[in-house]
């Protein structure tokens, strides 16, 4: 899988039935809002507005299907735990997500994000504990890595690992879209991920 590929945007959907028909492996993106999933998205294919659409209304709630290049499709699957959001809303979130990790046959494995700042939400933990009990392939990243002094960043990453239950064989990895730091490493991992599957 090469780094910077052309991307296109395929489309949103709610229910299996709306997914795009396709045999490539997904990549689904998942996290609590305002994590830094649109600038992950952007900088991972270097696009400035890639995400945008996702973030456009009406489909902000939705899952968006992207086409990376004729090798994989990033899936953005729409954010948790924005007050914002009507209850209505919300009770649809959990069945439409629940109902994409099932149809697992395409997904590769999925990125949950975290913010490096804090530590994760019951949310996280329900996604983590989600993501082991369908036994997808989980790859975790730090968001917003470059507002963390260097000397507690081992300490922050101590702590996401300890909440979650991440194990050492598993990637956790920091991340900053403002510096550009990981993102090679969040490729590469991507990249052995899927081949593995
Ligand atoms: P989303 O809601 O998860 O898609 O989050 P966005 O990508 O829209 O980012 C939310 C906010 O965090 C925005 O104000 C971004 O500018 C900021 N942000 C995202 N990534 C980074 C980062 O790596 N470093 C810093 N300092 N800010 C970031």
Same mark, same amino acid.
């Given at each position: ?41 952007? %900088? ?8 945008? $659409?996702?973030? *456009?209304?009406? !489909?902000?709630? @939705? ?74 392939? %989980? ?8 507002? $963390?002094?260097? *000397?507690?960043? !081992?300490?922050? @990453? ?40």
């Amino acid at each position: 899988m090469k780094r910077v590929q052309s991307v296109r945007f395929i489309k949103s959907a709610v229910s299996p039935d709306q997914y795009p028909q396709h045999s490539l492996p997904e990549i689904a993106f998942i996290g609590r809002s305002n994590v830094g999933k649109s600038s992950l998205l952007n %900088a991972l294919v270097r696009k400035k507005n890639l995400a945008r $659409i996702s973030n *456009t209304p009406g !489909r902000t709630q @939705l899952i968006n299907f992207f086409a990376v290049g004729e090798t994989c499709y990033f899936v953005d699957l729409p954010g948790y735990g924005f007050a914002k959001v009507p209850e209505s809303i919300k009770k649809q979130w959990q069945p439409m997500i629940e109902s994409y990790l099932y149809r697992n046959e395409h997904l590769a494995c999925v990125v949950l994000l975290l913010d490096a700042r804090h530590t994760p939400t019951r949310h996280d933990m329900s996604m983590r504990e989600w993501l082991q009990a369908y036994h997808i392939p %989980a790859i975790f990243v730090a968001t917003k890595i470059d507002k $963390i002094p260097k *000397t507690k960043r !081992r300490k922050h @990453l101590k702590t996401i690992r300890e909440t979650l239950g991440v194990q050492s064989t598993e990637p956790l990895l920091p991340f900053s879209a403002l510096t550009g730091e990981g993102i090679q490493t969040v490729w590469k991992t991507i990249y052995n991920t899927t081949a593995a599957t």
